[in-house]
Structures are given as C-alpha cells and as structure tokens.
C-alpha cells in the first residue's frame, strides 16, 4: 500500500519555475511506477510526465522540454520541476503511483493517487 502527498503548488508569473513534491510511503515505492497527471479548471484529468522503476521518463508532448520528472528512492520522494510556465499549465497537479514498474498515460492504469496540489500562472 502506498500514500501519496504533493507539495510545492502556488502562484507564479508566466516564465517562472516551480519545482512539485511528491512524498510517498509503503513498502513498493522503489518498484512502482509514478507520474503526474493534472486538471485545469473545468477540464479534463491529463497525463503530465512518468517515470518508471528503472528511471526512464516519458512526457506528454505538450511538456516536453519544459518540465523534468526524478526521484528519490533514499528519499521516497517524486519530484515534478516545472520550468517557462505558461498560462494554460495552470492546475491541480496530482502524483499517482501504480503496481507495476511500466510507465503508462492512462490515469485508470494508477492505483494510487495524492489529494493534488495548485499550481495558478498568471500572465
């Protein structure tokens, strides 16, 4: 079993930086899988970035040079940094875990999922 709590949301300019926190506990965390999925107001969840078991990262295209996932396994922490935000990445960002090491895009594929934290861009 696995909980997840992200951190690190708040207010910020268009073309800053923030950098999203993703603490997890139970016994799988180093063998899962994790992403980060987001919601904007009144739209649908959208698959974010993930990063699997051994390391390796797949993005949405929408991200892609812009955002970086990692994690920590010492530290049992998944880290989201966000870089030359724009207005339409404004958000509730949620860190999901599943069973399985496999990175995946589909939400339903995730069996863990943190309570979100807001990321606001203002332009």
């Known amino acids: 079993q696995v909980q997840l709590v992200e951190s690190g949301g708040g207010l910020v300019q268009t073309g800053g930086s923030l950098r999203l926190f993703c603490a997890a506990s139970?016994?799988?965390?180093?063998?899962?899988?994790m992403g980060w999925f987001r919601q904007p107001p009144g739209k649908e969840r959208e698959f974010v970035a993930a990063i699997s078991g051994s390391d390796k990262t797949l993005y949405a295209d929408s991200v892609k040079g812009r955002f970086t996932i990692s994690r920590d396994n010492a530290k049992n922490t998944v880290y989201l940094q966000i870089n030359s935000l724009k207005p339409e990445d404004t958000a509730d960002y949620y860190c999901?875990?599943?069973?399985?090491?496999?990175?995946?895009?589909?939400?339903?594929?995730?069996?863990?999922w943190g309570q979100g934290t807001q990321v606001t861009v203002s332009s």
């Open positions: 999901a875990g599943r069973i399985g090491a496999l990175v995946v895009t589909t939400g339903t594929a995730y069996n863990y």
């Open positions: 139970g016994r799988t965390f180093s063998n899962s899988a």
